[in-house]
């Protein structure tokens, strides 16, 4: 079982920065990728940016391209989340979730952690 937990949510103004982490118990074959993933309220879950963490392959959804970027600490099982220029469409839960395949569909992930706030406001 591969654990997962986030932290780093927040309220913030629009325009503003936010930095989430997640912390995985250990990589698998089952769990090499690890995402970040968000539902607002009244919507579906979506993907925002995952990471393949042997290859440090990413891959982000165009509504926060050039705004959001993922990286990784390899060595301490941390994956990160910058989160600048934030919009208030941005609020929402943010999930991370790691799982085999570099996807940005929540249903590819097996091991999700507790979620963490995010609310932007304008």
């Known amino acids: 079982q591969v654990q997962v937990v986030e932290s780093g949510g927040g309220s913030v103004q629009a325009g503003g920065s936010l930095r989430l982490s997640c912390v995985t118990s250990r990589y698998t074959v089952s769990s090499d990728c690890v995402g970040w993933f968000r539902q607002a309220p009244g919507k579906e879950r979506e993907g925002v940016a995952v990471i393949a963490a042997r290859s440090g392959a990413t891959k982000s959804a165009d509504s926060v391209k050039g705004r959001f970027t993922i990286s990784q600490d390899y060595a301490m099982n941390t994956v990160y989340l910058q989160m600048n220029s934030l919009k208030p469409e941005d609020t929402a839960i943010y999930y991370c979730?790691?799982?085999?395949?570099?996807?940005?569909?929540?249903?590819?992930?097996?091991?999700w952690g507790q979620g963490t706030q995010v609310t932007v406001s304008s």
């Open positions: 979730a790691a799982g085999p395949r570099l996807r940005l569909n929540p249903i590819e992930y097996n091991y």
